[in-house]
């Protein structure tokens, strides 16, 4: 066959697959589509103008730290000599976990896998959160807010 063949042959080929391959954002999401660096854009529980950053590696581990746009300065200047006030500021207003997470139910839901957390009751957990992506753009909604009451959506955007 020659060359001219050959590539006539490759670009019919992949015109006929080219429908059973969904694009953009139709596409199921897996692990490797969603790895990258993130940075929070909503989260309800920490208020507005939360800051956060959520790190989802390729080799399926993550890190996520949440806080409230400001958070008590300690008076003493040392984080074991904090009052009761300022370390419930603190509590109430941050949430950080690390361990490892799975893309599910055809890219609609992301479990994380808590290994550990500053919410120890969610040591060894895992947490099943159905998800949403559009552009770069990544939804989850956490239905057993640490803290208690409704459920709520995070929202995250890459970080190019």
């Keep these: 066959m020659n060359r001219q063949n050959t590539l006539a042959a490759i670009s019919a080929s992949l015109l006929l697959l080219s429908p ?12 490797k589509s969603v790895a990258g660096s993130y940075t ?11 800051r956060g950053r959520m790190m989802l590696g390729a080799d399926g581990r993550y890190s996520t730290v949440i806080a409230r746009a400001t958070l008590p300065k300690f008076a003493s200047n040392s984080r074991i000599k904090g009052s ?3 370390y419930k500021g603190v509590i109430e207003g941050s949430i950080a976990h690390y361990g490892t997470y799975s893309v599910d139910d ?3 839901a992301i ?11 969610w040591d060894g957990t895992s947490q ?8 770069d753009q990544l939804t989850y909604t956490v239905t057993t807010p640490s803290a208690g009451g409704p459920g709520n959506d995070v929202i995250w ?3 190019k």
């Design 20 to 31: 059973a391959v969904p694009a953009g954002d139709a596409a199921a999401q897996s692990m």
């Design 84 to 86: 009761a006030d300022e």
């Design 111 to 121: 479990t994380f896998n808590i290994e550990v957390s500053t919410f120890p009751n």
């Design 40 to 50: 929070v854009m909503s989260v309800s529980a920490y208020g507005p103008n939360a």
């Design 157 to 159: 955007k890459r970080i």
């Design 106 to 108: 055809g890219g609609k």
């Design 128 to 135: 099943k959160r159905a998800l949403k992506v559009a552009g």
